[in-house]
C-alpha cells in the first residue's frame, strides 16, 4: 500500500469524520461518544499539526493524525495531546507509522517538547505503534472514567498514560 501523508484541509472532514466515527464505534479509541463538528474540530486542534494519509492509488484517506494544545498556560506551550486514526481497512499497513512519523517530524521543528496521549489498555496496536515511535508509558489512570456508549457503556475505564519527550527541548 503506496500512502502519501499531507496537512489536513476542511475538504478532508468527511472522510477524516467517517475514520473517527469507526474509531468510535470499536469502543477502545476514546471516551467520545460521536464525531465533533467540523467547527469544533478545527477550533480544537492546532492547525499546523493536522495531518491525512492518504492512499497513492485510488486517493481515499487512510487515516489521520491532530494535536490540540493541553493547557493555555504560557509554561505548556510546548506539551501537546495527539490522537492517531487509521481506517479499519487500513489498519496494519503502516499507515500508522507514517502518520506518526510526519507529525512527530512537525511538532520538533516547531519546537513541542511533549507529546501525550491516553490509550486504552485494549488498544493494543496503538501502544505498539507508540512504543516504537519512543514513546514511554507513564503510567495507567484507573477507572479514570465511564464509558457511556458502544461496547463497553457503563465501565469504568482504565488509560495508559503516553508520552514522547523531544530529544532537545
Given at each position: 500500500?503506496?500512502?502519501?501523508?499531507?496537512?489536513?484541509?476542511?475538504?478532508?472532514?468527511?472522510?477524516?469524520?467517517?475514520?473517527?466515527?469507526?474509531?468510535?464505534?470499536?469502543?477502545?479509541?476514546?471516551?467520545?461518544?460521536?464525531?465533533?463538528?467540523?467547527?469544533?474540530?478545527?477550533?480544537?486542534?492546532?492547525?499546523?499539526?493536522?495531518?491525512?494519509?492518504?492512499?497513492?492509488?485510488?486517493?481515499?484517506?487512510?487515516?489521520?493524525?491532530?494535536?490540540?494544545?493541553?493547557s493555555a498556560r504560557p509554561a505548556y506551550a510546548g506539551v501537546v495531546e495527539h490522537s492517531v486514526y487509521?481506517?479499519?481497512?487500513?489498519?496494519?499497513?503502516?499507515?500508522?507509522?507514517?502518520?506518526?512519523?510526519?507529525?512527530?517530524?512537525?511538532?520538533?521543528?516547531?519546537?513541542?517538547?511533549?507529546?501525550?496521549?491516553?490509550?486504552?489498555?485494549?488498544?493494543?496496536?496503538?501502544?505498539?505503534?507508540?512504543?516504537?515511535?519512543?514513546?514511554?508509558?507513564?503510567?495507567?489512570?484507573?477507572?479514570?472514567?465511564?464509558?457511556?456508549?458502544?461496547?463497553?457503556?457503563?465501565?469504568?475505564?482504565?488509560?495508559?498514560?503516553?508520552?514522547?519527550?523531544?530529544?532537545?527541548?
Open positions: 500500500m503506496s500512502v502519501t501523508v499531507r496537512a489536513m484541509t476542511p475538504d478532508d472532514w468527511p472522510a477524516v469524520e467517517r475514520i473517527y466515527q469507526e474509531g468510535i464505534d470499536t469502543g477502545n479509541a476514546t471516551f467520545e461518544t460521536r464525531t465533533p463538528t467540523w467547527e469544533a474540530f478545527d477550533a480544537g486542534k492546532l492547525a499546523s499539526h493536522r495531518f491525512v494519509a492518504v492512499d497513492d492509488t485510488a486517493g481515499a484517506a487512510l487515516g489521520w493524525v491532530a494535536a490540540s494544545a493541553t487509521v481506517a479499519s481497512a487500513a489498519q496494519g499497513h503502516g499507515v500508522g507509522r507514517e502518520l506518526l512519523g510526519v507529525f512527530l517530524d512537525s511538532v520538533d521543528a516547531a519546537g513541542i517538547w511533549t507529546v501525550q496521549s491516553s490509550i486504552f489498555p485494549e488498544n493494543e496496536a496503538s501502544l505498539a505503534l507508540h512504543d516504537r515511535a519512543g514513546f514511554r508509558r507513564v503510567g495507567t489512570r484507573e477507572r479514570i472514567a465511564r464509558s457511556e456508549a458502544g461496547p463497553y457503556a457503563g465501565v469504568w475505564r482504565d488509560t495508559v498514560l503516553i508520552a514522547r519527550r523531544a530529544a532537545t527541548p
